[in-house]
Nanobody, 114 residues
Framework: QVQLVESGGGLVQPGGSLRLSCAAS????????MRWYRQAPGKEREWVAT???????NYIDSVKGRFTISRDNAKNTMDLQMNSLKPEDTAVYYC????????WGQGTQVTVSS
């Protein structure tokens, strides 16, 4: 079955960096687009970035120039490099795959605070 496991979250000061990773299993990873979402306290879950199966990327405007999504099809992983982090980036970050139905990981907490 499809499994998505995020890692790499933590507490970081404003202006700092974190790298999130999503380990995928149970499907042919290289064939599917992958997405990162986030959900801040009291807010709806929002889309952050997409990487398609050919490596094309797209980002929400608020993270453009700061976040970079990437994938390693040999390792079945997707990463999100987050630089110049701001307090408003604080959220639980989720990876998502649509393999027939939508699948979510369990999420990883990112807290940006001094």
């Amino acid at each position: 079955q499809v499994q998505l496991v995020e890692s790499g979250g933590g507490l970081v000061q404003p202006g700092g960096s974190l790298r999130l990773s999503c380990a995928a299993s149970g499907f042919t990873f290289s064939k599917y687009s992958m997405r990162w979402y986030r959900q801040a306290p009291g807010k709806e879950r929002e889309w952050v970035a997409t990487i398609d199966n050919s490596g094309g990327t797209n980002y929400i405007d608020s993270v453009k120039g700061r976040f970079t999504i990437s994938r390693d099809n040999a390792k079945n992983t997707m990463d999100l490099q987050m630089n110049s982090l701001k307090p408003e980036d604080t959220a639980v970050y989720y990876c998502r795959a649509r393999v027939g139905v939508i699948h979510w990981g369990q999420g990883t907490q990112v807290t940006v605070s001094s």
